[in-house]
């Protein structure tokens, strides 16, 4: 065996046992569950100490396209359009020449792909500077890529981790919210001589944006009322939530007119949500002795009145609350209720809920089912109703919060 062989195997020895080791220490790194600056640390010092490249930069896609690591380097990096620039690159590049200035400053482009989307990209400068044979530079960053991608998956496991772990606190801070808004609903709903109330509600999701109440005031008096935030989500419910218990407190100790409250109402829509949400918000007060119902609608899907044959749309009132600071106008309706008269609330999750052809449920198709099913009880009714918004949309999803308050009076 000549020395020429000899050398060749003891140098191929020592590269694969400098590879083994930087494995080695990396993977160590990530079984100690070292952080991210730690593991870009150990990187960086093995790129530059133990394999001699001493300018190159690391970008990494979280959400977006960042800049993970920099060494070496004073160009603007900012420039980069990773996903503009980068993303035609699939396997390892030699860049001879480059449209753009800054990657021109650069050798060769190492990608990082994960389901065959990028993940990461490499990018290295001044190979030229450091007398090695083109052909050893390119198995060197072979090497290097795969290195790379050990790292960049530790740093995408970390995240997706972290994301689990907040995903997982969100959902249970989500099944408080929903259990505390559970609460500021009404718990009993009265069905006597007088009167026969049920509500039926179905949140998109845990928490919701959509209100209904009924709060007996003594002396035959009863406030009815239904609302519906803008907007979803988490912020949405909690305004929502917030709304429902200014409207609890304020009753607890004292009455207001109408007018009054909705201005005060209006107040605090404008100071919780900041102009940013809406409230449409519709109140009724019922007088059982003189069978005289007032009320007022902020803004809210026209709920009626019936008694079988002939329909009354409620929609005297005012805009939305949290619209305006100051309410431009607010008027109060009155109606002398009939024997037998029903009050149908909803919000716009009934009428708005589209069926597979785009077609919306409308106003029209829940008058005529309470008109069909007059005789029913209003839980039996709102059941009837909730089943019939199910055959409606097939397998559509609900797009949004979904409420029926019914109200029949004798």
Known sequence: MTDRVIASLENRLEVGEFRLNSLLEIT?????????????????????EQLGFDRFVLFNKEVEWSCLLKVGLRSKIKEIDVKQELSRFREITVIESSYSQVLNEFDVIVPVLHKNEPLAYLLIAGLGNRGVKLTETLNQVSFIQTLTNI???????????????????????????SEMQKLLFPADLPTNKRMDISAKYIPRHEVGGDYYDFI???????IICIAD???????????????????????????FELEFLISELNKKVMTSAKGEKFITFFIAQYNATSRELTYVNAGHNQPFITT????????????????????????????TLAPNTTLVLYTDGVVELENERNQQFELESLIKLVH?????????MNNLVFSKLDEWRGSRKLVDDTAVFSCRFF
């Open 28 to 48: 160590r790194a990530i079984t100690t569950n070292q952080s991210v600056e730690q593991l870009t640390r150990l990187f960086s010092f093995i790129m530059q």
């Open 151 to 177: 790292v960049v998956m530790a740093i995408e496991n970390k995240r997706m981790a972290k994301e689990q772990v907040k995903q997982a606190r969100l959902k249970k801070e989500l099944e408080v919210a």
């Open 216 to 222: 007996p005031l003594g002396d035959d008096q009863y």
């Open 229 to 255: 935030v803008s907007g979803k989500g988490i912020s949405a419910a909690m305004l929502m939530a917030n709304f429902q218990a200014t409207i609890r407190t304020l009753f607890n100790y004292q009455r």
């Open 308 to 335: 079988g044959k002939e329909v009354k749309l409620l929609d005297i009132g005012c805009v939305g609350l949290g619209m305006f600071d100051e309410m431009p106008f607010i008027q109060v309706g009155k109606e």
């Open 372 to 380: 069909n099913f007059y005789r029913l009880s209003m839980e039996d």
